[in-house]
């Protein structure tokens, strides 16, 4: 007998119809004998709609409050869940995350898990019960409801696996698993079976959307045995079948694996460049341009400082597209300062990121990157990498002819 943590994302959980076909799969894993629990999302839409009702009263709400208002998303799925399977004669209870408690660090809307109390749950489980627990939320240590942040759902599931040291946290979405890369983008994409964590989370810190990067650092950091799977199948699809579907993300690399050198291409739509010109080349420099984009709270990404030429420098580094006009505020206002000759800007960029592990035992893949791209007619503007991944930024208008001329060169299609 297992101890399966489920998770549904919104989509799954979007209508009462659904929650019924929730209940009813869930129902099937706890007739097979395995201990059960579970974590929904909010209704499609219903942070979304939350947030808007806050924002009507308060141009900029009061974090705390916001999170109050958040979290509530989350506990209407859970007492529908709950209903749903005492509907069909399943012995059901629903907990807040402040009732098991999870405890979480005070930055409202974007709280940390700190710890997890699974006494009270186990109890339950224990009298036969399938317990559900609402995702995306904590409270803190003077007892204030917390937020994740966006995505908080599948991190509070895997970190609820952990904390029970489940034997599998399976993530139910609207899509069947992990592909080599967006579909809509790439017709031929290919699902993948098998995925090691190190590769899913560049994958997902890269811009695929299929898990939160957060849930992918905490599943491989306690070692959380986690499978993405489609909720959209037949609920009462064969459990056996079902527990083999999807992709499971993997503590170690399988034998084949080095076949693959590559696992899959992520794309970043949301990039911006910025390119501080004729800086004084001296110690220093790099703080002094990025210490007060920091202090605003913009992420930089990439980064590239030019050779000096006549004690001057170029440098230049990518920010999310969305604080672009505030990063390029924040250093011209200290453009002085910093001795610039000019400061300019380009919103029109996006990531490639090729990731595999087979990178670490094969030589050629940069090569083989760059004259793909370069057959393509596309210029790269940057370049990153690391032990597994080799990232470029091109212009925005050629991001998925590169993806699809990268998928077809590195043979994606072929399993």
């Given at each position: 007998?297992?101890?399966?943590?489920?998770?549904?994302?919104?989509?799954?959980?979007?209508?009462?119809?659904?929650?019924?076909?929730?209940?009813?799969?869930?129902?099937?894993?706890?007739?097979?004998?395995?201990?059960?629990?579970?974590?929904?999302?909010?209704?499609?839409?219903?942070?979304?709609?939350?947030?808007?009702?806050?924002?009507?009263?308060?141009?900029?709400?009061?974090?705390?409050?916001?999170?109050?208002?958040?979290?509530?998303g989350e506990q209407v799925s859970v007492g529908l869940l709950s209903m749903a399977l005492q509907a069909i004669g399943k012995k059901a209870v629903g907990y807040a995350g402040w009732q098991v408690a999870i405890k979480t660090d005070s930055a409202?809307?974007?709280?940390?898990?700190?710890s997890i109390d699974n006494d009270k749950v186990n109890r339950d489980l224990d009298d036969g019960k399938i317990v559900i627990i609402t995702g995306f939320q904590g409270v803190d240590e003077e007892d204030n409801i917390t937020t994740l942040g966006?995505?908080?759902?599948?991190?509070?599931?895997?970190?609820?696996?952990?904390?029970?040291?489940?034997?599998?946290?399976?993530?139910?979405?609207?899509?069947?698993?992990?592909?080599?890369?967006?579909?809509?983008?790439?017709?031929?994409?290919?699902?993948?079976?098998?995925?090691?964590?190190?590769?899913?989370?560049?994958?997902?810190?890269?811009?695929?959307?299929?898990?939160?990067?957060?849930?992918?650092?905490?599943?491989?950091?306690?070692?959380?045995?986690?499978?993405?799977?489609?909720?959209?199948?037949?609920?009462?699809?064969?459990?056996?079948?079902?527990?083999?579907?999807?992709?499971?993300?993997?503590?170690?690399?399988?034998?084949?694996?080095?076949?693959?050198?590559?696992?899959?291409?992520?794309?970043?739509?949301?990039?911006?460049?910025?390119?501080?010109?004729?800086?004084?080349?001296?110690?220093?420099?790099?703080?002094?341009?990025?210490?007060?984009?920091?202090?605003?709270?913009?992420?930089?990404?990439?980064?590239?400082?030019?050779q000096s030429v006549d004690g001057k420098t170029d440098f230049t580094f990518t920010v999310p597209r969305n604080d672009f006009q505030r990063a390029l505020d924040v250093l011209n206002s200290s453009k002085e300062s910093l001795g610039a000759a000019?400061?300019?800007?380009?919103?029109?960029?996006?990531?490639?990121?090729?990731?595999?592990?087979?990178?670490?035992?094969?030589?050629?893949?940069?090569?083989?990157?760059?004259?793909?791209?370069?057959?393509?007619?596309?210029?790269?503007?940057?370049?990153?990498?690391?032990?597994?991944?080799?990232?470029?930024?091109?212009?925005?208008?050629?991001?998925?002819?590169?993806?699809?001329?990268?998928?077809?060169?590195?043979?994606?299609?072929?399993?």
């Amino acid at each position: 007998m297992a101890l399966i943590v489920h998770k549904y994302g919104g989509t799954s959980m979007g209508s009462t119809d659904r929650i019924k076909n929730v209940a009813r799969r869930v129902a099937k894993w706890h007739d097979a004998g395995h201990r059960i629990v579970v974590v929904p999302s909010a209704m499609s839409g219903e942070t979304n709609r939350l947030i808007g009702l806050a924002k009507e009263i308060q141009s900029q709400p009061d974090p705390r409050e916001l999170d109050m208002i958040a979290a509530t998303g989350e506990q209407v799925s859970v007492g529908l869940l709950s209903m749903a399977l005492q509907a069909i004669g399943k012995k059901a209870v629903g907990y807040a995350g402040w009732q098991v408690a999870i405890k979480t660090d005070s930055a409202y809307t974007k709280a940390r898990i700190q710890s997890i109390d699974n006494d009270k749950v186990n109890r339950d489980l224990d009298d036969g019960k399938i317990v559900i627990i609402t995702g995306f939320q904590g409270v803190d240590e003077e007892d204030n409801i917390t937020t994740l942040g966006r995505g908080g759902s599948d991190t509070s599931a895997v970190a609820i696996a952990a904390a029970m040291k489940a034997d599998e946290c399976l993530i139910f979405t609207d899509v069947d698993g992990v592909y080599t890369t967006d579909p809509r983008v790439v017709s031929e994409a290919r699902r993948l079976k098998a995925i090691t964590f190190e590769e899913m989370l560049e994958l997902a810190s890269l811009g695929s959307k299929v898990l939160q990067t957060r849930s992918v650092e905490f599943a491989g950091n306690y070692r959380v045995p986690t499978r993405v799977l489609s909720s959209l199948t037949d609920p009462m699809l064969d459990l056996e079948v079902e527990a083999n579907s999807g992709t499971l993300i993997s503590f170690e690399e399988d034998k084949n694996m080095e076949q693959a050198v590559i696992s899959g291409i992520a794309f970043n739509r949301d990039e911006a460049k910025i390119t501080v010109l004729g800086v004084p080349d001296r110690p220093g420099v790099a703080y002094h341009i990025l210490g007060p984009v920091a202090e605003a709270n913009i992420e930089v990404d990439m980064i590239i400082q030019n050779q000096s030429v006549d004690g001057k420098t170029d440098f230049t580094f990518t920010v999310p597209r969305n604080d672009f006009q505030r990063a390029l505020d924040v250093l011209n206002s200290s453009k002085e300062s910093l001795g610039a000759a000019s400061i300019a800007g380009d919103a029109k960029v996006s990531k490639i990121s090729v990731v595999g592990v087979g990178m670490r035992s094969h030589v050629g893949v940069a090569s083989k990157m760059f004259r793909t791209l370069s057959e393509e007619g596309i210029n790269i503007m940057m370049i990153s990498t690391s032990e597994i991944k080799i990232s470029v930024l091109i212009d925005e208008k050629y991001m998925e002819l590169a993806v699809r001329a990268l998928h077809k060169a590195f043979e994606l299609e072929k399993a």
